[in-house]
């Protein structure tokens, strides 16, 4: 089945606690993307990247790291969680960077 | 600064009734995505769009863009409808930009 897999689905974590959030997908898609989801502010992206190796930045990458060694893995890293990176965060992948999104489950995060 | 506006923000509707999401952004596209998300749940891609018009099922999307608007219609809708809607800019290769989304609610 075509899928874009994330774990963990919720994650409760203290301030400073170095953490990793793995996105898989088993499409061969070029593009891949973090998102978080907060309310009254709706979605950001925070990091993409068109293919291996190659990743950039969105709207909010600051306290995150990202990296694409494989085509099908794209882990969202926190270096430093910090309480206002507490939110429900999402992958996505698609073909290319202008083609249909394909969405994970999310991955709902506390971090105290 | 690219923007994505999308109105209304909240829409309450009886089972039946014909839904138009509307969705504006200001710098020029390569592709508008629409995207579902259920309460409590994930998010599904419904339309991306660089022109025209497409239709699936009862939910029909439309982009003009000279008007640099794109719109969402729901016909007939049904409780099981009740979702976000959201809307983004997603030029290729640079950054996705969403709307803060619409909040359906359709009773029967």
């Known amino acids: 089945e075509a899928q874009v897999t994330q774990n963990p689905r919720y994650l409760i974590t203290v301030t400073g606690k170095k953490l990793t959030v793995t996105c898989s997908q088993n499409?061969?898609?070029?593009?891949m993307s973090w998102y978080r989801q907060d309310p009254g502010l709706g979605l950001r992206q925070i990091y993409y990247s068109m293919n291996v190796e190659v990743t950039d930045k969105g709207d909010v990458p600051e306290g995150y790291k990202v990296s694409r060694k494989e085509k099908r893995n794209f882990p969202l890293i926190l270096e430093s969680p910090s309480p206002n990176q507490t939110s429900l965060y999402f992958c996505a992948s698609s073909f290319r960077g202008a083609s249909p999104l394909h969405f994970g489950n999310g991955t709902r995060l506390t971090v105290t | 600064k690219n923007e994505v506006e999308q109105s209304p923000q909240n829409l309450t509707a009886q089972e039946g009734e014909f839904i138009t999401i509307n969705c504006s952004y200001s710098v020029g596209i390569s592709a508008l995505h629409w995207l579902q998300q259920h309460p409590g749940g994930g998010i599904v891609s419904l339309f991306m769009l660089s022109s025209g018009k497409k239709k699936h099922g009862r939910l029909i999307a439309t982009i003009n863009i000279q008007e640099k608007h794109s719109s969402l219609h729901i016909t007939a809708s049904h409780p099981r409808d009740s979702a976000v809607y959201i809307c983004a800019d997603g030029q290729a290769g640079t950054a996705l930009i969403f709307g803060k989304g619409t909040t359906l609610s359709v009773s029967s």
């Open positions: 499409m061969n898609h070029e593009y």
